[in-house]
């Protein structure tokens, strides 16, 4: 069973409502710490994949209100061990009226752990540039060199991953500073890869028979799923807190390499071919982002309050309107070229 460590800095006026709070059936254990001038430090053990409805009840009890401090951390091991429920009366008991509403809910970080890991990784920094310098330029040798094994390590550097994971999750909170953010950052990202590959396009000899160039110079409807898979699969693993790394090869196998090679081939004059692997960058792109708003929202990911959500519902489905749209317009161009 995943846990979560929550500690609640409480002023002495507020100890009766987090009491309350504590004896919510997803505190596993409980324990505070007073003091008569500052009040209490309350800690608890709560399940990982019900954390999100205690932070909901504990902002409902901070709001702005000054004293009040949470902060949640990951728990390694406690002992002495906390028995899990029984599997079917743990089912029955979170079982609702509505299962189709979240059917994967409860098998996932909190929203504020999501948050606070995805805004982080969007941040348009000199560390951000140098991650895009650095693994376009990983990639762009394994690929004139026909090495897998290092167009791997490149994904796993995975620099294009927050950026896309923000554009989703920031569309389905209805989050538009996060999107602005996203966008920027994701924008400045496919710019300077693409910059990078142009330039070592012109500089060294690109042998478009090459298994790693061939291979994104022609464009099938399979893409289209396997864009769909991976970014499904990257969100999926995000949410229930899988390693970066591993998120970054499932993400960027549908968008990095294709962005280098179109790069490469630009700046070696062919432009023929390089059309094919922008095609498979737009296609991936779309795809990702589409995979990743839908599965966001079967894994019950929304904002806290009823009117942000209302607002939110209205832009999850213009935006996935539009990138169905825009799939079935990629789709009609590769099936016609």
Same mark, same amino acid.
């Given at each position: 069973?995943?846990?979560?460590?929550?500690?609640?800095?409480?002023?002495?006026?507020? !100890?009766?409502?987090?009491?309350?709070? =504590?004896?919510?059936?997803?505190?596993?254990?409980?324990?505070? +710490?007073? /003091?008569?001038?500052?009040?209490?430090? %309350?800690?608890?053990?709560?399940?990982?994949?019900?954390?999100?409805?205690? %932070?909901?009840?504990?902002?409902?009890?901070?709001? !702005?209100?000054?004293?009040?401090?949470?902060?949640?951390? $990951?728990?390694?091991?406690?002992?002495?061990?906390?028995?899990?429920?029984?599997?079917?009366?743990?089912?029955?008991?979170?079982?609702?009226?509505?299962?189709?509403?979240?059917?994967?809910?409860?098998?996932?970080?909190?929203?504020?752990?999501?948050?606070?890991?995805?805004?982080? $990784?969007?941040?348009?920094?000199?560390? #951000?540039? @140098?991650?895009?310098?650095? $693994?376009? +330029?990983?990639?762009?040798?394994?690929?004139?060199?026909?090495?897998?094994?290092?167009?791997?390590? @490149?994904?796993?550097?995975?620099?294009? =991953?927050?950026?896309?994971?923000?554009?989703?999750?920031?569309?389905?909170?209805?989050?538009? !500073?996060?999107? !602005?953010?996203? *966008?920027?950052?994701?924008?400045?990202?496919?710019?300077?890869?693409? %910059?990078? /590959?142009?330039?070592?396009?012109?500089?060294?000899?690109?042998?478009?028979?090459?298994?790693?160039?061939?291979?994104?110079?022609?464009?099938?409807? $399979?893409?289209?799923?396997?864009?769909?898979? /991976?970014?499904?699969?990257?969100?999926?693993? #995000?949410?229930?807190?899988?390693?970066?790394?591993? +998120?970054?090869?499932?993400?960027?196998?549908?968008? %990095?390499?294709?962005?280098?090679?179109?790069?490469?081939?630009?700046?070696?004059?062919?432009?023929?071919?390089?059309?094919?692997?922008?095609?498979?960058?737009?296609?991936?792109?779309?795809?990702?982002? =589409?995979?990743?708003?839908?599965?966001? +929202?079967?894994?019950?990911? /929304?904002?806290?309050?009823?009117?942000?959500?209302?607002?939110?519902?209205?832009?999850?489905?213009?935006?996935?309107?539009?990138?169905?749209?825009?799939?079935?317009?990629?789709?009609?161009? *590769?099936?016609?070229?």
């Amino acid at each position: 069973m995943p846990l979560r460590q929550i500690e609640v800095v409480v002023p002495k006026e507020g !100890k009766n409502e987090f009491d309350k709070l =504590l004896a919510e059936e997803s505190v596993k254990h409980y324990w505070n +710490i007073s /003091s008569d001038d500052a009040g209490y430090l %309350l800690k608890a053990i709560v399940d990982a994949n019900n954390t999100e409805a205690f %932070l909901d009840v504990a902002e409902q009890i901070i709001g !702005k209100r000054d004293g009040y401090r949470l902060i949640i951390t $990951s728990v390694e091991a406690t002992l002495p061990r906390i028995e899990e429920e029984d599997e079917i009366e743990s089912e029955l008991k979170n079982q609702t009226d509505e299962p189709w509403e979240k059917p994967l809910q409860g098998v996932r970080v909190s929203r504020e752990e999501l948050f606070n890991d995805i805004s982080d $990784s969007v941040d348009l920094n000199k560390v #951000y540039i @140098a991650m895009v310098t650095f $693994s376009t +330029i990983v990639a762009a040798l394994g690929i004139l060199r026909d090495n897998i094994a290092v167009v791997i390590g @490149a994904m796993v550097i995975a620099p294009l =991953l927050g950026p896309n994971v923000g554009l989703a999750l920031s569309t389905t909170l209805g989050d538009m !500073k996060l999107f !602005k953010k996203s *966008i920027k950052t994701n924008a400045v990202g496919l710019f300077v890869g693409f %910059l990078i /590959s142009v330039t070592l396009g012109v500089l060294l000899p690109v042998d478009e028979t090459l298994n790693q160039i061939a291979s994104r110079t022609e464009v099938h409807l $399979s893409d289209i799923a396997l864009a769909l898979a /991976s970014g499904a699969a990257g969100v999926l693993a #995000y949410t229930i807190g899988m390693s970066a790394a591993v +998120i970054g090869v499932m993400v960027a196998v549908a968008l %990095l390499p294709p962005l280098v090679t179109a790069g490469l081939l630009v700046g070696d004059m062919q432009f023929d071919l390089a059309f094919f692997a922008f095609l498979l960058v737009l296609t991936n792109v779309i795809c990702v982002n =589409l995979a990743a708003v839908a599965t966001f +929202i079967l894994q019950g990911v /929304s904002p806290r309050s009823w009117y942000i959500a209302e607002k939110a519902k209205r832009i999850n489905r213009i935006a996935l309107s539009t990138w169905i749209f825009l799939i079935l317009i990629v789709a009609v161009i *590769i099936w016609y070229v």
